[in-house]
Structure formats: structure tokens, C-alpha cells
């Protein structure tokens, strides 16, 4: 099944993390399937840990066979993809099924994790190590 068979009505949210950026699209008239990029889930996420955490969301709610999802997924490592995919699918989800919403927000899991690693500052080794000191 690729990205060309899934066709209809869709509601589309964004998902960010890190420097990544998922948008992720839930279709109406489709059979259950979870496509990346136009791969399976466990094509795109090899690890099962990674597969959960994509999963999670409908795991919470018990939304876990219902719906279709495509997913658009680009920039940075799997883990913020991962976590960006996470966050796309609990807003869509809170967006159909809105009285979801405080079951995904007691979860934590419609609040963006901003954190970004922090730049490098000239000097230093990385953005806090400093060189080793010597004596002489």
C-alpha cells in the first residue's frame, strides 16, 4: 500500500522535535494501516521502542486499530522523529475525537518537548566542555 492508494477526506496535523518535522495526515475511509514515508511502521522504526513511542498515543486512548494514518516525516535522527510522530498523532487525534483531548493532556502528550541541543561556543570543546586546565 503506498502513499498513491490512500485517497478521501483527511484531517492533517504537525508534529515537531528536536529538528524534526512530521505531518501527519488520518484518513476517514481507509482500513487501519500506519504508513512513513510510504513505508510500514516497522519498515521505517526497526526498533520496537521506537514503535511504541510513535504508538503511543493510541494506545492512551484505545484508538489503537481505527484509523489510517500517512505521515510525512523529514529532518534530524530517528528518535526526533519519533517523538515528532508522536506529537502529530495525538493532535489529530485530539482534533476527530475532541473529547480525547484531557486523556492526551494528562498524558503529556500535546505539549511540545522544545528542548534543542545548544551551539557551540568558540573556545570551547562543546557548547559547556572547556579544554582540560594544566599546570605547566
Not at 73 to 95: C, E, F, P, Y
Amino acid at each position: 500500500m503506498t502513499q498513491k492508494t490512500l485517497k478521501g477526506q483527511y484531517t492533517e496535523a504537525i508534529g515537531r522535535r528536536k529538528s524534526s518535522t512530521a505531518r501527519v495526515r488520518i484518513y476517514s475511509n481507509e482500513k487501519e494501516s500506519f504508513l512513513i514515508n510510504d513505508k510500514n511502521l516497522t519498515e521505517y522504526f526497526p526498533t520496537i521502542t521506537l514503535q511504541e513511542k510513535v504508538l503511543e498515543p493510541l494506545k492512551k486512548t484505545n484508538t489503537l486499530n481505527k484509523f489510517c494514518f500517512s505521515v510525512h516525516v523529514n529532518g534530524g535522527g530517528m528518535t526526533g522523529q519519533a517523538d515528532a510522530i508522536k506529537l502529530g498523532v495525538a493532535r489529530v487525534i485530539k482534533q476527530i475525537l475532541p473529547d480525547l483531548k484531557p486523556t492526551l493532556k494528562n498524558e503529556g502528550l500535546l505539549t511540545r518537548d522544545a528542548r534543542k541541543v545548544e551551539r557551540k561556543k568558540p573556545g570551547l570543546h562543546k557548547a559547556r566542555r572547556a579544554p582540560q586546565w594544566r599546570k605547566r
